[in-house]
């Protein structure tokens, strides 16, 4: 298969579908994602398996690079602005569906998005996290209480999960956590989408680990496809597939 040919604009990255000769012409849609973490840096790279067999099966793939801070309300707002300004730019003839999918902490900067979901026609959120900043860097949460900067993020975790309650306005949501997950908080996640009116939200399980989704291929990439792992492949594959029909169910008429 060729090389997938991405595009960079500013801090998003973009990717045509792969089985459309006239790209975005003729997508099935457009996928919004958000990785987590340190990995989101270079998304291109460290989720190219995932965001290129989603373009393989018709997608129009744009990502947004950054390097996760304390203020996680200012990010979502900064990602959502972004996305919405190159959405903009891209024609949709026949209002093909956007969705908007993310990994650990992407979800969280998908949920606090302050048009509160109304923009896209769904979420995938894979192994949504939302520990404290003491959990996930206490060595930043401690110097930050020494020397007196912002050592909490925001908002808090339980102050997502409230704003999700009242504020998060999207219904149609698909979470997705993995068997060998240690730190997946999808059905607390669960509890506070379905406590809205009229909520579809549902819960898949496949197996793998908070790290399946984001598969870089490297191996492939330096040794060629008889070094690859099938196996990631085959993960991948299988969430890329799960993804596509949920979005069959999903998209607007």
């Known amino acids: 298969m060729a090389m997938a040919r991405w595009r960079q604009q500013g801090d998003l990255w973009l990717l045509d579908p792969s089985n459309h000769p006239d790209g975005e012409q003729s997508s099935k849609g457009l996928i919004q994602f958000i990785g987590g973490s340190y990995l989101a840096a270079k998304p291109q790279l460290s989720y190219r398996r995932l965001l290129e067999a989603l373009a393989l099966r018709g997608w129009q793939i744009v990502t947004w690079s950054y390097v996760p801070g304390f203020d996680h309300q200012g990010q979502a707002n900064a990602a959502w602005r972004q996305f919405r300004n190159l959405r903009s730019q891209i024609p949709n003839p026949g209002g093909r569906p956007c969705l908007r999918l993310g990994h650990s902490l992407g979800c969280k900067l998908h949920l606090l998005a302050p048009d509160g979901g109304r923009g896209c ?132 008429p």
């Open 121 to 252: 026609d769904g979420l995938a959120a894979l192994s949504f996290n939302n520990f404290s900043a003491e959990r996930s860097v206490p060595l930043l949460a401690e110097m930050g209480q020494q020397f007196g900067f912002r050592s909490e993020f925001s908002p808090s975790p339980q102050e997502t999960l409230l704003q999700v309650e009242t504020s998060y306005l999207q219904p149609r949501n698909l979470l997705v956590r993995f068997s060998r997950d240690g730190i997946d908080q999808s059905s607390r996640l669960l509890g506070a989408l379905q406590s809205r009116p009229e909520d579809a939200s549902e819960l898949r399980e496949l197996p793998g680990d908070h790290l399946t989704p984001a598969s870089a291929g490297l191996r492939q990439n330096l040794l060629g496809s008889w070094a690859d792992d099938p196996a990631k492949q085959r993960a991948v594959d299988r969430l890329a597939d799960l993804i596509g029909q949920w979005s069959g169910l999903v998209a607007k």
